[in-house]
T-cell receptor, first 111, second 113 residues
Framework: DGGITQSPKYLFRKEGQNVTLSCEQN?????MYWYRQDPGQGLRLIYY???????QKGDIAEGYSVSREKKESFPLTVTSAQKNPTAFYLC??????????FGEGSRLTVL | GENVEQHPSTLSVQEGDSAVIKCTYS??????FPWYKQELGKGPQLIID?????GEKKDQRIAVTLNKTAKHFSLHITETQPEDSAVYFC????????????FGSGTRLLVRP
């Protein structure tokens, strides 16, 4: 079945460690997005990519990095520079104008 | 910067009653307004969307209205059912090459049996 797969679903990290969240899609969508979700704050855009080998910062990019080497993959690295990384992270993709398709999310907890 | 305000933050209704969630956006160039439903521990799913060339759109028990002059749009759910209980997000964007969806803060809807 076509869709967006995020892994891992749950991740625990010690302070000072970098972690990478995986996002893979087989929908053949050009555009991919990473959002962060905190209680009561909706979804905030971290990074997005309209095409392979190109990506732009969203509203809260500090402390995060991404790559887009393949159309299907858009991994997000949460670096030690991110001061408050505990959150629910959502990856999404879109074929063009219109609906954004979301993955099931990854919950990151910093111990 | 662009902003979307959503109210109320929580809403409790009796099964069979109607529910209304309202959003206001700041970017007058926005022309695409989707609504997403998020169940616990899952990613949001699109339930209905509207573009700025229409004022209302219906899909069975769900309807969305748009007032471009006032920069308001609303979600209406009629004959609510317990399975409608979830968090609902509104969003707004320009559908151009700089596409970025700006989300509201969400409404937690509880439908009491």
């Amino acid at each position: 079945d076509g869709g967006i797969t995020q892994s891992p679903k749950y991740l625990f990290r010690k302070e000072g460690q970098n972690v990478t969240l995986s996002c893979e899609q087989n929908l053949n969508h050009d555009a991919m997005y990473w959002y962060r979700q905190d209680p009561g704050q909706g979804l905030r855009l971290i990074y997005y990519s309209q095409i392979v080998n190109d990506f732009q910062k969203g509203d809260i990019a500090e402390g995060y990095s991404v790559s887009r080497e393949k159309k299907e993959s858009f991994p997000l690295t949460v670096t030690s520079a991110q001061k408050n990384p505990t959150a629910f992270y959502l990856c999404a993709s879109r074929p063009g104008p219109g609906e954004l398709f979301f993955g099931e999310g990854s919950r990151l907890t910093v111990l | 910067g662009e902003n979307v305000e959503q109210h109320p933050s929580t809403l409790s209704v009796q099964e069979g009653d109607s529910a209304v969630i309202k959003c206001t956006y700041s970017d007058s160039a926005s022309n695409y307004f989707p609504w997403y439903k998020q169940e616990l521990g899952k990613g949001p799913q699109l339930i209905i969307d509207i573009r700025s060339n229409v004022g209302e759109k219906k899909d069975q028990r769900i309807a969305v209205t748009l007032n471009k002059t006032a920069k308001h749009f609303s979600l209406h759910i009629t004959e609510t059912q317990p399975e409608d209980s979830a968090v609902y997000f509104c969003a707004a964007s320009r559908e151009d090459s700089s596409y970025k969806l700006i989300f509201g803060s969400g409404t937690r809807l509880l439908v009491r049996p």
